[in-house]
């Protein structure tokens, strides 16, 4: 079983859709939460950071952590053609080498 | 500001032969990591530094060989390459241990 599970799509949704991306988790040391957005040929890009468990919107983005459920979300509101990425989900115990365990990422592509 | 740089972006390699994937920033990060990225797989952490003189293995240490003589680079080496080592290689860095990682945009490699 890996430590982090990510439905690897492809997901493809019309412009302006709300787009729902999910991993689940089965370590309870995790503390620290990212989403990635990685363009094709490019290296993977912070999206959203979050602490523990909660919600956290930045502009169309909502980041969502249920540490009791070990399941986090990203939701995209609003969907655009250059939202057409795949999304990777990471997360991180913070002690030890701090190092990043990843998801295996979402292909996301929004049909205009 | 150039961030995270790594050369080459891309490479041909013989069974056999070896090379150096370079990897240098500019932010004056501590942490330095070499993730290797296969389809559909993630990322995975090969070796990852902490400071200058410090290193230590990841998951998938095994065919690689790396060094941290200075704060800014951090060298990849591959000996005695394998078509097992096919990849994409992206280097990150983090000023901070739960920071998120600033990523390279990686060495496309093939060993045929």
């Known amino acids: 079983q890996k430590e982090v599970e990510q439905d690897p799509g492809p997901l493809s949704v019309p412009e302006g859709a709300i787009v729902s991306l999910n991993c689940t988790y089965s370590?309870?040391?995790?503390?620290?939460f990212m989403w990635y957005r990685q363009y094709s040929r490019k290296g993977p890009e912070l999206l959203m950071y979050?602490?523990?468990?909660g919600n956290k919107e930045d502009g169309r983005f909502t980041a969502q952590v249920d540490k009791s459920s070990k399941y986090i979300s990203l939701f995209i509101r609003d969907s655009q053609p250059s939202d057409s990425a795949t999304y990777l989900c990471?997360?991180?115990?913070?002690?030890?080498?701090?190092?990043?365990?990843f998801g295996s990422g979402t292909r996301l592509q929004v049909q205009p | 500001n150039a961030g995270v740089t790594q050369t080459p972006k891309f490479r041909i390699l013989k069974i056999g032969q070896s090379m150096t994937l370079q990897c240098t920033q500019d932010m004056n990060h501590n942490y330095m990591y070499w993730y290797r990225q296969d389809p559909g797989m993630g990322l995975k952490l090969i070796y990852y530094?902490?400071?200058?003189?410090?290193?230590d293995k990841g998951e998938v240490p095994n065919g690689y060989n790396v060094s941290r003589s200075t704060t800014e680079d951090f060298p990849l080496r591959l000996e005695l390459a394998a078509p097992s080592q096919t990849s994409v290689y992206f280097c990150?860095?983090?000023?901070?241990?739960?920071?998120?990682?600033?990523f390279g945009n990686g060495t496309r490699l093939t060993v045929t």
């Open positions: 990471a997360m991180s115990t913070g002690t030890g080498r701090r190092a990043l365990t």
């Open positions: 979050t602490y523990s468990s």
């Open positions: 530094s902490v400071g200058a003189g410090i290193t």
């Open positions: 370590n309870s040391a995790f503390q620290y």
């Open positions: 990150a860095s983090t000023d901070r241990g739960n920071s998120p990682l600033h």
